[in-house]
């Protein structure tokens, strides 16, 4: 069986360990297409938080407590950059991490597309799936917001970390989607797949913007595999990041219907199949879709891979 | 008075420290021209040794054991790049060392030259002098050598770093120098100083790269200042560094008159007009070249404030 994930960075690389361990179980091959829209080039390092958050954790190397970047990281660079006053500031760039980032944006600039150097770091961490960026073209999300009494776009993780979110916030801009094309290997994956599953990853800020992608987009709604959705809400609330504020800024419901119906189902020209939800909220109905409710707390592995298999079973792929 | 002096990294910094010292008495400005031969871009970091020497140097933060980078250093993205195999992995790149290459590589990446990003990084380390690249534009240093049987060019870096100048060597090339213009600011330094000093650098590989580009050679030779050089070679051995093995690559004679010949006298189309030796060296001569022993070690300030105050004495500007 081929399984394909959309998914985003923390909260989709947790959901990915289940994936895996499921996938090891019944003999499936894994591809995760990765949102890169929170790429990012700080301090001429080329930055992606969310293909980052996916290998270190599948490498068994990201940190548990902060839920970001490296355990056991230094931060000296970031102190010393701090000294120099070199902006931003903001941004926590660690040690172990910098490394990283210096081997992507030698490779980058030597003309190596980010799948390829994706490709590469994986040698390393050696994920156990096969992981592919949405795009090798630049796609960034940047945001809308009001700034001391001024309306500008600041990428998203100005937005994310420097302001937390909490500015009034008015659009999510994919800038680059339009004329992005699907990197290496996806087109294929998607094309190949038994089932595509939907992280519990952030729909409005690591979702859209893969699904920005046009010909990625339509590769999935027009593929023979079924598509299901996993909510990453859970009785009304987000069970990380921002998803509640990006939700608001959309005017979406901060709930599990709320998100399905922002998917929506195919034949409202939608993407969702099977949509699986918490059993906290059992009964969600979305048009079209048809909806299951189990545990979503992705607690540890074993827990997580029964969501994985129970996704499966409402794909009719198990 | 204006004092410009012509230098490379470890040696020439500590000879700084002393030219500093002896500045601040008699209330002379400084401004050194530092080789830049030894710069290298390495994991897409534009890396300048001898200007990092001299600035952490006269900024207090140079390692005083290890004799080169930042003290309190730590390896962190080292050990990391390693563990990527990202070559090279014989180059010693130290985490606060990568804050100052990330900070550098981004100002020279969006368009300033090295001149302009040298001066916003001596704004965090008041180095007490001016400090200019010999040139803003790219000039290496490449030594060919014989390794494993083939006859190659190499990085000088990779001549001293990792083979330690222990291969076959048959001459060194200075890539670039002929195209090269001094940088900003060099020229009218050189141009109103009272006194241009040779700093106890390397000849071959420190100070020969700086007078290879050809305008700033020239202008040294046609100005009004007396130019004199002190003698990185103490009673037939280098005191630091490998001129030693520059010396004998060249076929030049390993010792203060072998040094003094190489730089030669104005009327030999040379650069000097004075040639301090240590006392160990006493009765040196060079045709056409005043010379004077004084101790030469600089063991500490004081000491090598009264290098340089023989060695404005023996410009006749003291």
Chains 1, 2 share one sequence.
Not at 252 to 274: K, M, P, Q
Request: charge should be negative; include cysteine; aromatic fraction near 6%.
């Amino acid at each position: 069986m081929r399984i394909v994930v959309l998914t985003g960075g923390i909260g989709g690389a947790r959901f990915l360990v289940g994936v895996r361990a499921h996938a090891r179980e019944i003999g499936a091959d894994v591809t995760a297409v990765v949102n890169v829209g929170d790429d990012v080039r700080m301090h001429g390092l080329q930055i992606c938080p969310d293909l980052d958050s996916v290998m270190y954790t599948l490498g068994g190397a990201a940190d548990p407590e902060r839920g970001w970047g490296r355990v056991g990281e230094t931060w000296v660079v970031k102190e010393e950059l701090a000294r120099y006053a070199a902006e931003p500031t903001w941004f926590g760039l660690g040690d172990k991490d910098t490394a990283t980032h210096l081997v992507r944006t030698t490779m980058l600039n030597a003309g190596y597309p980010l799948s390829a150097v994706t490709a590469a770091l994986c040698a390393r961490w050696q994920p156990g799936i096969t992981m592919l960026p949405a795009t090798d073209d630049r796609l960034e999300t940047h945001v809308v917001v009001d700034v001391e009494g001024e309306r500008k776009a600041i990428h998203f993780q100005e937005w994310w970390v420097r302001y937390r979110g909490d500015v009034p916030t008015h659009r999510f801009v994919f800038v680059g989607a339009e004329a992005a094309k699907p990197a290496a290997g996806v087109l294929e994956a998607i094309g190949n797949a038994d089932v595509v599953l939907v992280a519990p990853s952030n729909p409005v800020v690591s979702i859209a913007p893969i699904l920005a992608v046009p010909l990625l987009k339509e590769t999935v709604l027009d593929g023979p595999a079924p598509v299901v959705g996993v909510s990453p809400i859970i009785g009304g609330a987000a069970v990380r990041g921002m998803a509640d504020r990006c939700l608001a800024t959309l005017g979406v419901e901060v709930s599990a219907a709320g998100v399905g119906g922002l998917y929506a189902g195919r034949t409202d020209n939608g993407l969702l199949d099977g949509w699986l939800v918490d059993t906290a909220d059992e009964g969600t109905t979305i048009p079209g879709v048809t909806t299951r409710a189990v545990p979503l707390w992705m607690t540890d592995e074993a827990a997580t891979a029964r969501m994985v298999a129970a996704a499966l079973e409402l794909a009719g792929v198990a």
